[in-house]
C-alpha cells in the first residue's frame, strides 16, 4: 500500500515513510492510494468475532504486507488490551464507551497503535525519533502514556497553558524520562502550528528526525476505524439504519469512520457534532470553510479552530460537496446545553457522561428528531472523571475517580513554559533532546 499527500497525489511513499514523517513535505497529510472493501464473509460472520480479530483484519485490510502479519499481530494484542462496549441509554440509543483504556480516553486506541508501529520501525534507524504533539486534552494524555519509556523515541507534548483540565495535564506532566511537557501561552491552534511549522523547517528535519503523533498521522486514523466496527458488531440483529454521531474538534475520529464505512460497514450517516467551535457544521450549512481562532468551552478536546483533518474528509468523497453533505450532517452546542443533557440523561437513565460524549449526545438526538427509524450510536470518548469538575457542577452530585487516575493526580507536574513564537520554539527543540 501506497500513501499520497492531500497537496499532491503524485507524491507516494511507503507506510513507513508515512507514519515515520508524519507529515508531508508540501505540508499535506497522507492518505492511503486505496481503501479495499472488505469481504462480505468478514460482515457476516463479524458478530462472531472477537475485537482484537476484529481490529487485525481491518489492519491488514489498509496495510497489507507493508508489515509482517505476526508484527502486526503483536502490534494488535498491544493496542487492544481494553474494551469499547456499546451500551444501551435510552430506546435504540447506544453510547460507545472509548475510555476504558490507560489513559481513560479514545486516543489510548491511536496512541498504543502508533506507538506499537513507530517502536517497530524506530529498530531500523540510527537516530531517535522525536514526537511532536499538539494537544486540546486527551492526546497528550495517551501519546505521553503509549511512548512511556518506548526505546528510541521521545516525545515533546504543546498544549494550551490553562486550558486542559487537571487531569488531563497529570496524565503527561508527571511522567518524566523520555516525556517532556511545554505550556503554550496560546491556543491549542498555535501549539497545532508550532507543530507544523518544525515540519517544515529544513534546519530542524537536518538536525533531529521528527514525526507526529497527532491525528495528521495516518497511524492515528488507522486503529480508530477499529472501534466502529467492534460497534456495529455489538449491535448484533439491528434491521434499522444506523447513525454514529462523533463528538468533533480535529475531525480525526470522524474521518477513521469515514475509512470503516469505505471498507464496507454499513454505517448509513453521521452526524458532526461540535460546541461553539463549529467551523464544519458552518461548512455543511454554507458550503464556506472559515478558520478561525478557537472558544475556550467545557468541552476543551474539541476547542479547535482549524481542524486538519478537514482535508481528509473531502478526499474521501472527491471533493464534492454535494456527496460529503449527504452523508454527514453538522450540529453545534452551547455549554449550557451540553451541561443540561448531562443533568438530564443521569437523571432520567443514572448514565453519566463527560462533557464531549454529551456533545455527541446531542448531536444524536437532534438527528432523531427528523430520522426515527434509524438506531442511534454515539461515541463517549473520555471518562467523565477526566472532568469531574465541569460533570459534577451539571449533574449536582459526586462522581467516583477511578484508581488509576487518581494515581496521576498525586504526581508532581514538570513543564516548560513557552510563548507562541516559533523562532523561541525552534531554539527551544534541540536543547529537549539528549
Known sequence: MKYYSTHDKNHRVSLQQAVVHGLAPDNGLYMPESIPKLSDRFFKTLPD????????????????????????????????????????????????????GPTLAFKDFGARFLSGLLGYFAKQQSKEITILVATSGDTGSAVANAFFNVAGTRVIVLYPSGKVSEAQEKQFTTLGGNITALEVSGTFDDCQRLVKQAFLDRELKKSLFLTSANSINIARLIPQSFYYFGAYAQLKQNDKPVVVCVPSGNFGNLTAGLMAKKMGLPIDAFVAATNANDIV????????????????????????????????????????????????????????????????????????????????????????????????????????????????????KQIEIPDRLKEFMKGEKKSILISTDFDEFRLLLPTLIT
Not at 452551547?334 to 449526545?361: C, F
Open 281 to 396: 457544521p458552518e461548512y455543511l450549512r454554507t458550503q464556506q470553510f472559515k478558520v478561525r481562532a478557537s472558544k475556550q468551552t467545557i468541552s476543551n478536546a474539541m476547542d479547535v479552530g482549524n481542524p486538519s483533518n478537514f482535508v481528509r474528509m473531502l478526499e474521501l468523497f472527491g471533493n464534492d460537496f454535494q456527496k460529503l453533505s449527504a452523508q454527514i450532517f453538522g450540529s453545534t452546542f452551547s455549554d449550557e446545553a451540553t451541561k443540561e443533557a448531562m443533568r438530564l440523561v443521569d437523571s432520567n437513565s443514572n448514565y453519566i457522561m463527560d462533557p464531549h460524549g454529551a456533545v455527541g449526545y446531542l448531536g444524536l438526538k437532534e438527528f432523531l428528531k427528523t430520522h426515527s427509524d434509524f438506531t442511534g450510536i454515539f461515541l463517549e470518548t473520555a471518562h467523565p472523571a477526566k472532568f469531574a469538575d465541569v460533570v459534577e457542577d451539571a449533574i449536582q
Open 49 to 100: 468475532k472477537n475485537f482484537k480479530e476484529i481490529s487485525l483484519e481491518v489492519a491488514k485490510n489498509l496495510i497489507g504486507n507493508d508489515i509482517p502479519e505476526v508484527e502486526l499481530q503483536r502490534i494488535i494484542d498491544h493496542t487492544i488490551q481494553f474494551d469499547a462496549p456499546l451500551v444501551e441509554v435510552e430506546s435504540n440509543i447506544f453510547s460507545l464507551e472509548l475510555f476504558h
